[in-house]
């Protein structure tokens, strides 16, 4: 047997934790000077190009949020458009860097897939939307009819699910891509469509012809806590994508926006001056600078910013917070202690 010297023992004691903790997706993104964010191929409100041809949405945001923590440069990121079939490997292949794309967090995705979740940045539902004149007014109601599902999703399941547990017999007319699935709803193939209640809200207001033509059922059928997903291996890279989550939601708490944030930072509150790198340097752990968190809010702004502007009030598509305002205003955003 190999006998060890104190030496030796010591140096393969300190070996094992810098080996985990060499950051290698965060080299990988400095040495390219790019982030390569895996994103939806086109739902407004996370990820879809605008008149310009710019990425925009909530997930959008994130990215170049997490280009402005990591590069500092919210505009270094390469979006790579995934339907719901591609998404997985292309973030298990290295293809991306971070998935943020509209997508559940599952036990199978989370403990299966050599992926981990991160933060969750929507929480959302499975719903349903149908034509007004078919006079369907619950979920309960689709016995024997058709319903428009994309494959390869949460969603797919969870009708399937449904359906049996309450006798529906419902049809599925499955397609590979979201687009697909939409026109096909639109063209009246199908009496119902189902997917995440807010991806129905902007399909109703965006995509219809006529909104007023459509009715989004109140009825949910699952949870679908909806967030950035990376792979398993580099806790150094998932600490970063999971406390921006944080760091933006912790930044609508204390009032930090991204008109106020330099100001902010020369204040007196030790809670905000360590947000913004002002105080104990909190990016140290992280293995990026102290004022990470500053660029991201200054490139984005925080968390009810990136809603607003994106699905909220400001946005065009005007979804009520829900369950996403903030905890201290009865919804589920609540930011895990930044100290």
């Known amino acids: 047997m190999r006998r060890f010297t104190p030496l030796l023992l010591a140096a393969l004691l300190l070996a094992g934790p810098t080996a985990a903790q060499a950051g290698k997706t965060l080299d990988a993104v400095k040495a390219r000077g790019q982030l390569v964010c ?76 050599g992926l981990r979740m991160t933060a969750v940045t929507y929480y959302d539902g499975q719903g349903f939307l149908v034509t007004k004149k078919s006079g369907i007014t619950s979920a309960r109601q689709l016995k024997n009819q058709t319903v428009c599902v994309q494959s390869g999703t949460t969603t797919e399941k969870n009708l399937t699910d449904f359906s049996r547990a309450n006798g529906l017999n419902t049809r599925p007319v499955v397609f590979e891509k979201f687009e697909a699935a939409t ?3 639109l063209a009246g193939r199908c009496t119902a469509y189902t997917t995440d209640a807010s991806g129905l809200a902007v399909i109703r207001l965006k995509a219809a012809r006529k909104p007023d033509d459509h009715v989004l059922l109140t009825d949910l059928i699952s949870k679908e806590p909806l967030g950035p997903m990376v792979r398993r291996g580099d806790d150094d890279w998932a600490a970063i994508v ?46 990026v600078d102290a004022q990470w968190l500053l660029r991201a809010i200054r490139a984005v702004g925080n968390y009810g910013e990136l809603f607003d502007r994106n699905l909220g009030a400001k946005s065009g598509i005007g979804l009520e917070r829900g369950l996403n305002r903030l905890w201290t205003q009865g919804g589920l955003m609540y930011a895990l202690p930044p100290r």
Not at 52 to 74: E, Q, S, T
Not at 267 to 284: E, F, H, N, T
């Open 183 to 185: 026109s096909a709803y």
């Open 38 to 113: 895996g994103v939806n191929t086109g739902l407004a409100g996370f990820s879809a190009f605008d008149s310009r041809g710019r990425w925009i949405g909530l997930d959008a945001d994130f990215c170049r949020a997490l280009a402005a923590a990591a590069l500092g440069d919210p505009e270094k990121v390469k979006f790579k458009s995934l339907n719901a079939q591609q998404r997985f490997t292309a973030l298990q292949s290295g293809e991306v860097d971070v998935l943020a794309r509209n997508t559940s967090f599952t036990l199978q995705r989370d403990a299966g897939l």
């Open 242 to 287: 999971t406390w921006l989550i944080h760091g933006l939601v912790e930044a609508e708490e204390r009032g930090i926006t991204q008109a106020n944030a330099e100001q902010m930072k020369a204040g007196g509150d030790p809670a905000v001056l360590r947000l913004l790198g002002s105080g104990d340097d909190l990016g140290k752990p992280l293995g």
